[in-house]
């Protein structure tokens, strides 16, 4: 099995590539629809490293799956923690000649150390947008600094105080997104992270916007109980720049949401990362919960949700197992017949 945490040095460098210029709407697809995604967006400048990863070949070995893998609420739990009974499987899986993939909308400096040293053999991150193969990226996309300087002067506006932008070089956080962490007791304080959190308010941005000063692969945000824009509101006024799929902040906000690069999602990585490791796309899997794992839960040749995930991830999937909690994971693997 192939080690990604040797990745780290490459993985977080400063030699990215150029950034998307992208207009958008904020759709809704289907399994049938899945083809029809708007490619056209992504430019053809974004960072693309032909990987020659020493897991791939012409052709994937007969048998072997590539399983995509979801963090939050799926490989872990919401106070982080991976069940034995998931790393057992996980462990077990590989060793049945399956390869596996974290699939996560977290940038990849927003993984903790331990969870990389679990041994995937990649890792897509920031919700599609960034894929690394044995300390390779094979392709990196980044959102233009206008839609981030338009998507900052939307929060503001409308008092929209907690958002955050990830990228390669950290996390760049309001100041009312900070006060949540610090008040919550996030895992986000533990020193492993403390260098890579960077308040928007405190940035020295030498006189340029915040668009030109930053690079960012996603957006997120969540407004205050009370505040009147809704998510309808926001996807609608940002869909020139993001197509917005629903947060993870449903327990204490209305409007929350991540925003992505138009045409960039789960499923597009999923997709792509097939093609380069020579697998059909009847041979992917695809374990999730959330709402940014719609995507990779369409394009998956077998899909799962987790039985703590929303309902429209449960509707959308092939099977629907136990919470994570629940040893929800585990069990998932041992019905798909991985280990």
């Given at each position: 099995m192939s080690d990604i945490s040797d990745a780290n040095g490459m993985n977080r460098r400063d030699d990215m590539g150029s950034r998307d210029c992208v207009n958008c709407m904020c759709g809704k697809g289907d399994r049938?629809?899945?083809?029809?995604?708007?490619?056209?967006?992504?430019?053809?400048?974004?960072?693309?490293?032909?990987?020659?990863?020493?897991?791939?070949?012409?052709?994937?070995?007969?048998?072997?799956?590539?399983?995509?893998?979801?963090?939050?609420?799926?490989?872990?739990?919401?106070?982080?923690?991976?069940?034995?009974?998931?790393?057992?499987?996980?462990?077990?899986?590989?060793?049945?000649?399956?390869?596996?993939?974290?699939?996560?909308?977290?940038?990849?400096?927003k993984i903790e150390q331990s969870i990389l040293d679990l041994g995937f053999d990649g890792v897509v991150s920031v919700a599609g947008a960034r894929a690394d193969i044995n300390g390779r990226t094979l392709f990196e996309h980044l959102i233009s600094p206008e839609a981030i300087d338009a998507a900052t002067a939307y929060f503001r506006e409308h008092d929209i105080r907690n958002y955050q932008w990830q990228g390669p070089d950290g996390m760049?956080?309001?100041?009312?997104?900070?006060?949540?962490?610090?008040?919550?007791?996030?895992?986000?304080?533990?020193?492993?992270?403390?260098?890579?959190?960077?308040?928007?308010?405190?940035?020295?941005?030498?006189?340029?916007?915040?668009?030109?000063?930053?690079?960012?692969?996603?957006?997120?945000?969540?407004?205050?109980?009370?505040?009147?824009t809704s998510f309808e509101d926001t996807c609608k006024a940002l869909s020139r720049w993001f197509s917005a799929v629903p947060g993870t902040y449903g327990k204490i906000s209305d409007n929350h949401g991540e925003l992505l690069i138009p045409g960039v999602d789960k499923g597009t990585a999923v997709e792509q990362v097939a093609r380069t490791l020579g697998y059909s796309i009847s041979d992917t899997i695809a374990l999730g919960d959330g709402g940014n794992d719609m995507a990779m839960i369409l394009a998956a040749g077998t899909s799962v949700a987790m039985g703590n995930g929303i309902e429209e991830i449960k509707q959308a999937a092939d099977m629907v197992t136990d919470s994570v909690e629940d040893d929800g994971f585990a069990h998932a693997f041992s019905r798909l017949g991985l280990i």
């Open positions: 049938d629809s899945k083809d029809s995604r708007n490619r056209s967006n992504v430019s053809p400048d974004d960072r693309q490293v032909s990987a020659e990863p020493r897991i791939s070949g012409q052709h994937a070995p007969t048998g072997s799956k590539l399983v995509f893998i979801d963090i939050d609420g799926t490989l872990a739990d919401e106070h982080h923690h991976v069940p034995q009974s998931a790393v057992d499987a996980c462990r077990q899986a590989q060793r049945n000649g399956h390869l596996l993939f974290i699939c996560t909308g977290r940038s990849l400096m760049y956080v309001s100041r009312g997104y900070m006060q949540y962490l610090q008040a919550k007791g996030s895992a986000w304080k533990d020193p492993q992270f403390a260098s890579r959190w960077h308040v928007i308010e405190e940035l020295d941005t030498h006189g340029q916007s915040l668009g030109a000063s930053i690079r960012a692969s996603k957006g997120s945000y969540f407004a205050d109980r009370g505040n009147p």
